[in-house]
């Protein structure tokens, strides 16, 4: 997707083991989100950040921390990995808060 | 709980019909509300957006909400088999002086040629 990559695409990993996703953005859009997707959950909101250094929880924040130092980069780190933690993991970015999110591709991470 | 309700289907309508999603939400204080489309194994993509009472037609999409109700709907005309993917519709709600976007679970349509 033009303008914004997540890395990696996949990973297979262990319990107990710390994760770090990122998104990178071309845009220089100042908000940036992380949701999960689960079937029978749909998109649920991890964090957001509305600028470098700021950042808020959404529904599911447990276990997940943020880090935005530039306004290309949106990390998403689980500290030690869990099974519940399988799903496939979207960035997003906006230029207005909530308006008209663009996702990127996604990440579908294994936590066995 | 703020929520967005969703038939999760799925939707089969011919090729060339009109196909009718709905979507319900609990929160009156709601101001933006969404459809996006995902494609299996894909990201979701915005197509629609709607802030007032009424109808707001892109293309062959009508959106459709209805504050009142608090109902939104999407209509796609001259369904095409390309339309078959999950519906994804979205709302912004209030809480703790913030708002955030919530998704429903989504509708899978799918269009039979």
């Known amino acids: 997707d033009a303008g914004i990559t997540q890395s990696p695409r996949h990973k297979v990993t262990e319990t107990g083991t710390p994760v770090t996703l990122r998104c990178h953005q071309t845009?220089?859009?100042?908000?940036m989100y992380w949701y999960r997707q689960d079937p029978g959950h749909g998109l649920r909101l991890i964090h957001y950040?509305?600028?470098?250094?700021?950042?808020d929880k959404g529904e599911v924040s447990d276990g997940y921390s943020v880090s935005r130092s530039k306004t290309e980069d949106f990390l998403l780190t689980l500290e030690s990995a869990t099974s519940s933690q399988t799903s496939v993991y979207f960035c997003?970015?906006?230029?207005?808060?909530?308006?008209?999110?663009?996702f990127g591709s996604g990440t579908q991470l294994s936590v066995l | 709980q703020k929520e967005v309700e969703q038939n999760s289907g799925p939707l089969s309508v011919p090729e060339g019909a009109i196909a009718s999603l709905n979507c319900t939400y609990s929160?009156?204080?709601?101001?933006?509300f969404f459809w996006y489309r995902q494609y299996s194994g894909k990201s979701p993509e915005l197509i629609m957006s709607?802030?007032?009472?009424g109808d707001k037609e892109d293309g062959r999409f009508t959106a459709q909400l209805n504050k009142a109700s608090q109902y939104v709907s999407l209509l796609i005309r001259d369904s095409q088999p390309s339309d078959s993917a999950t519906y994804l519709c979205?709302?912004?709600?209030?809480?703790?002086?913030?708002?955030?976007?919530?998704f429903g679970k989504g509708t899978k349509l799918s269009v039979i040629p």
């Open positions: 997003a970015i906006s230029e207005l808060i909530w308006e008209k999110l663009f």
């Open positions: 845009e220089n859009h100042r908000y």
């Open positions: 950040s509305y600028g470098v250094k700021d950042t």
């Open positions: 929160d009156r204080g709601s101001q933006s």
């Open positions: 709607i802030y007032s009472n």
């Open positions: 979205a709302a912004t709600y209030s809480g703790a002086g913030s708002y955030q976007l919530t």
